[in-house]
């Protein structure tokens, strides 16, 4: 079992930045790899980013690629999503996400029903 916390979410302008942060329990965190997901109202939950159980392979949607950056960090059970250069289509509750892996690969998944464990969510409002 593993439960993430998101934080670092809240209102900024138009070309600016956040860094929002996903905290797991456990003490297993490098058996995972982890995702971050958004859904804005009337949306459907897309994939933002996605990082392997060692960070060594990531993936980005296309809406965010060279304005995001997602990384981990193993020894403090966290994985982060730099965000910045933001818009306001970027306005959404952005949610972390946890998969177990399978083996030692670099996997990256990108479809949310790939996914074991979800945190709470955080809201990112970016203002025109």
């Known amino acids: 079992q593993v439960q993430l916390v998101e934080s670092g979410g809240g209102l900024v302008q138009a070309g600016g930045s956040l860094r929002l942060s996903c905290a797991a329990s456990?003490?297993?965190?490098?058996?995972?790899?982890m995702g971050w997901f958004r859904q804005a109202p009337g949306k459907e939950r897309e994939a933002v980013a996605a990082?392997?159980?060692?960070?060594?392979?990531?993936y980005y949607a296309d809406s965010v690629k060279g304005r995001f950056t997602i990384s981990r960090d193993n020894t403090k059970n966290t994985v982060y999503l730099q965000m910045d250069s933001l818009k306001p289509e970027d306005t959404a509750v952005y949610y972390c996400?946890?998969?177990?892996?399978?083996?030692?690969?670099?996997?990256?998944?990108?479809?949310?029903?790939?996914?074991?464990?979800w945190g709470q969510g955080t809201q990112v409002t970016v203002s025109s």
């Open positions: 996400a946890a998969k177990r892996r399978k083996d030692y690969s670099g996997s990256v998944y990108q479809q949310s029903y790939e996914y074991d464990y």
């Open positions: 990082i392997s159980w060692s960070g060594s392979s990531t």
């Open positions: 456990g003490r297993t965190f490098s058996s995972y790899a």
